[in-house]
């Protein structure tokens, strides 16, 4: 038994820190990403620098002859998250083989992340999708804000259905489920499981993205993998957020997630110890505290 992680330390991890991170240090991150054996990280977005400033070097990052390398070999999975057009076409450009399309279940936070309604989502990632489809370039979708959005409160399990549904008929190979907020628990996490899967949702295409904030992120991994699901998104050191959800904390830690399967027999393909230094390294160099328990468990060992 085996479950594929998609790292995204590079992008969710990094997009919402303050201070600038030098490009140098974004690259030898995704350098050290990929020594551990990790098959798909998510390199950075392709977004306006105004919404997001930090990643206003994806150019440079996509552009360097190392990660170009890592782009054109065939093993590797390495989306990179756009929200429109002009996002794809920079992508495309720059040799980007899988991008990642955004949407959220949820108004208010659709609005302040990507400026415009649910609906208005569905048909841009739609219009997208097809896009890069007819380029040859696979397509991830992402529905966020699955269990609560910081503006309207909890969001219907139907709301959650029709995007999902919406991403996959717009020929998404998989869709990960964001709870933006790290706000749900397993308890949730089944429920809306059972939903999209009675409501004719093929497991097999869904994958788990849980951010941390009430420290429930790893059970519900936990909960979706016994649920059926096999893909979780995650990042190194437990970084991560959006500058649009306030408050919400990082991703569930790489390091957890790995420990956790380890440990249960389940392959993940990543080199542990190497991800743990990978981890402290990032978080020394951010003058960030490592979130990842098992990342500091181990490093003091
Ligand atoms: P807008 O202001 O409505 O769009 O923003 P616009 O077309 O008027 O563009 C505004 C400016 O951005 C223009 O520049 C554009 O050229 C530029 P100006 O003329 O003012 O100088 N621009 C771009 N530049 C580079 N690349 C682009 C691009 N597009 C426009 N692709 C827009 C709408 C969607 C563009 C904006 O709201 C945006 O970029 N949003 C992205 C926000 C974001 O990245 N959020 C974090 C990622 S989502 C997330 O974290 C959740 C997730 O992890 C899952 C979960 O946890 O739930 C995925
Ligand atoms: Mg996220």
Same mark, same amino acid.
């Given at each position: ?7 995204? =330390? ?45 990643? *206003? ?29 002009? =996002? ?13 399309? $955004?949407?959220? *279940?949820?108004?208010? $936070? ?10 208005? &989502? ?25 269990? +609560? ?28 489920? &964001? ?27 869904? *994958? ?9 992120? +790893? +059970? ?11 893909? $979780?998104?995650?990042?190194?050191? &437990? ?63």
């Amino acid at each position: 038994m085996a479950v594929r992680i998609v790292e995204v =330390g590079p992008r969710d991890g990094l997009q919402n820190i303050r201070d600038t991170i030098p490009t140098s240090t974004k690259l030898e991150l995704i350098q050290r990403l990929h020594q551990t054996g990790l098959q798909t990280i998510e390199l950075t977005s392709v977004v306006s620098p105004k919404a997001i400033p930090q990643l *206003a070097d994806c150019r440079e990052v996509l552009g360097n002859p190392d990660i170009k390398a890592l782009l054109e070999n065939p093993q590797l999975r390495l989306p990179v998250l756009v929200p429109n057009v002009k =996002g794809l076409e920079i992508a495309k450009q720059l040799g980007v083989r899988e991008i990642a399309v $955004f949407i959220s *279940a949820t108004e208010g $936070f659709s609005k302040a992340n990507i400026n415009c309604t649910v609906e208005q &989502g569905i048909e841009r990632s739609t219009q997208l999708a097809s896009l890069a489809i007819a380029s040859d370039i696979l397509v991830r979708g992402y529905v966020s804000c699955i269990f +609560a959005d910081p503006f309207d409160g909890s969001t219907p399990l139907p709301a959650v259905l029709r995007c999902v549904r919406s991403l996959l008929d717009a020929g998404c190979y998989e869709v990960s489920l &964001g709870d933006t907020l790290g706000i749900g628990s397993p308890a949730n996490v089944r429920e809306l499981l059972n939903y999209l899967i009675t409501n004719g949702i093929p497991v097999e295409r869904l *994958a788990g993205h849980f951010h941390d904030t009430y420290g429930q992120a +790893a +059970a519900n991994a936990w909960e979706a993998f016994n649920n059926g699901i096999t893909v $979780f998104d995650s990042s190194v050191g &437990g970084l991560g957020g959006c500058p649009f959800a306030p408050g919400a904390k990082g991703n569930v830690a790489s390091e957890d997630l790995v420990y956790m399967f380890h440990n249960a027999g389940i392959l993940t393909g990543v080199d542990l110890s190497k991800l743990v230094e990978t981890g402290n390294w990032v978080c020394k160099k951010l003058g960030k505290s490592n979130s990842s328990r098992a990342g500091t468990a181990l490093m003091t060992k």
